[in-house]
């Protein structure tokens, strides 16, 4: 029987990617977010056991992440940074005892009752101060 060798994957290069996020880049979001995705599912998973919250979850972690990119100092960490971010936010919503999602869901403009306002139009508090 002659020995087989099994290959890991390659390590992801997270660093050009981040700076590419950085510079505006969503498209290179999209790689990091698809190079990540399984393992912070998987401690989302592990932490509340149950599929649907872990997805609810690794989406928070990813807005997250995204939203807080420019903190992260070692660009080349990104898959450890968002992964302790998921494990973080597994604790919280354990220890407040949230078994549902806390970000307000999507809603299809299509179908709100009212509709949404026009950034372009005039703050009603500067309509009064007028």
């Given at each position: 029987?002659?020995?087989?060798?099994?290959?890991?994957?390659?390590?992801?290069?997270?660093?050009?990617?981040?700076?590419?996020?950085?510079?505006?880049?969503?498209?290179?979001?999209?790689?990091?977010?698809?190079a990540h995705y399984g393992t912070v599912y998987a401690i989302a998973l592990a932490h509340l056991r149950r599929s649907d919250e872990a997805q609810d979850l690794v989406q928070?972690?990813?807005?997250?992440a995204y939203l807080l990119i420019g903190q992260l100092h070692d660009?080349?960490?990104f898959g450890a940074w968002v992964g302790r971010l998921a494990r973080n936010l597994c604790i919280d919503w354990q220890r407040?005892?949230?078994?549902?999602?806390?970000?307000?869901?999507l809603v299809d403009l299509d179908e709100m009752a009212v509709p949404p306002s026009d950034p372009r139009?005039?703050?009603?508090?500067?309509?009064?101060a007028r």
């Open positions: 029987m002659t020995e087989q060798t099994i290959q890991s994957p390659l390590p992801v290069e997270d660093a050009p990617f981040v700076e590419r996020v950085r510079a505006g880049d969503s498209e290179a979001y999209e790689h990091l977010v698809n928070d972690a990813f807005l997250r660009p080349q960490r407040r005892g949230a078994s549902r999602r806390r970000l307000a869901p139009s005039p703050n009603p508090r500067e309509e009064v």
